[in-house]
Nanobody
Framework: QVQLVESGGGLVQPGGSLRLSCAASGLTLVYFDIGWFRQAPGKEREGISCISVSDGSTYYADSVKGRFTISRDNAKNTVYLQMSSLKPEDTAVYYC???????????????WGQGTQVTVSS
């Protein structure tokens, strides 16, 4: 059974940092583009970052560029999202998935995690 499991969310003050993890079981993440998405209450899901399987290149939405960093640890089969200089508008449920924003997953490999809540508030 394939599972993507996000962790690392929580409550943080504005300006603070968090590191989200996306750990996989039943799937080797090194063979997939992995994207991070978020959805705030009452808003559409937003694709915010991606790391490519082919060359490790990365993508960031303008809303997080310069503040968030995506990375892989192939030995741990985990993808991370380091978030810094957090703002209240970053408050959302964050998801990882086997696709990049704006792209389709590989046929038969459309997997999403259950999400982790990030709340930025003083």
């Amino acid at each position: 059974q394939v599972q993507l499991v996000e962790s690392g969310g929580g409550l943080v003050q504005p300006g603070g940092s968090l590191r989200l993890s996306c750990a996989a079981s039943g799937l080797t993440l090194v063979y997939f583009d992995i994207g991070w998405f978020r959805q705030a209450p009452g808003k559409e899901r937003e694709g915010i970052s991606c790391i490519s399987v082919s060359d490790g290149s990365t993508y960031y939405a303008d809303s997080v560029k310069g503040r968030f960093t995506i990375s892989r640890d192939n030995a741990k089969n985990t993808v991370y999202l380091q978030m810094s200089s957090l703002k209240p508008e970053d408050t959302a449920v964050y998801y990882c998935a086997t696709q990049c924003p704006g792209s389709e997953p590989p046929l038969g490999y459309d997997y999403w995690g259950q999400g982790t809540q990030v709340t930025v508030s003083s």
